[in-house]
């Protein structure tokens, strides 16, 4: 930005607040990680806990969408910004960080801060799942097409990265045995289900959810949570409240 433009902005009062509020739009759009750490370019290590959600039912609302012709992929576009938007909400009031989207999934992470336990994000992430699963679990379109949300979650050591140049482009990256846990996990998923991975269940209360055991004997299906500490407000599924471009 050149000095003019910036003293222009300066001594505009509307000009600056034009800036405030694109540069609020841009950051919602940013994870957490890359606003408080912009400019650091150095592999960072965190304890975490992953939850990857993926959305079935994508493929046949995008062939639906795709036959109505004109309009179709904005209305397509719509409907999925409503029935996720509704979903990252509740995963934002709950600490949850969204540091990707890919299409119809995403991935979101809470991060081990100081004066916490690897139980309290752990259980955070699956109590938010819960909450998704009851309020947002399916979602019935006006074309006669039901989306539901697979939802994987792992905890462990995960590896963040920004790579590129700071003056041209950058983007990030996020490693570790989490991600292939959650990628693992939801592989194993159905529409409307939970599975959590060893390395997050085994700092869960069983007392705390409904649960069984898949035959590998390895990951728990969450059914329900047997009491649910926080409500959702379902109406904000029709209300777009969160303004994400997929």
């Not at 902005?9 to 759009?29: D, G, Q, V």
């Not at 309290?120 to 379109?141: L, N, P, R, S, V």
């Not at 590129?164 to 529409?191: H, N, Q």
Request: glycine share 8%; aromatic share 10%.
């Amino acid at each position: 930005m050149s000095k003019n433009t910036n003293i222009l902005i300066t001594k505009s009062p509307s000009l600056r607040a034009r800036l405030e509020h694109h540069t609020k739009i841009f950051a919602s759009m940013c994870p957490d990680e890359i606003l408080d750490y912009y400019d650091n370019y150095e592999t960072r290590e965190y304890n975490t806990t992953l939850m990857l959600g993926d959305i079935s039912g994508f493929t046949d609302l995008t062939e639906k969408f795709t036959k109505t012709g004109v309009g179709g992929p904005s209305k397509l576009s719509e409907t999925l910004n409503s029935y996720i938007g509704a979903m990252v909400q509740e995963i934002l009031s709950h600490n949850g960080d969204v540091v990707k989207f890919s299409g119809d999934a995403f991935i979101v992470m809470w991060k081990l801060q100081e004066g916490m336990l690897m139980r309290d994000i752990a259980t955070e992430a699956m109590q938010t799942a819960c909450i998704i699963q009851k309020h947002f679990g399916t979602y019935d379109t006006d074309v006669g097409v039901s989306l539901k949300v697979k939802l994987a979650i792992a905890s462990g050591i995960t590896y963040f990265t920004s790579i590129g140049d700071p003056e041209t482009m950058s983007y990030y990256v996020i490693t570790g045995k989490p991600v292939w846990d959650v990628k693992f996990a939801e592989g194993l998923c159905r529409g409307g289900d939970i599975l959590v991975a060893p390395s997050s269940w085994q700092w869960a209360n069983p007392r705390d959810y409904v649960y069984e055991k898949l035959p590998n004997g390895i990951h728990t299906l969450i059914i329900a949570c047997s009491a649910m500490w926080y409500q959702a407000r379902p109406q904000d599924i029709y209300n777009g409240i969160v303004g994400i471009s997929i």
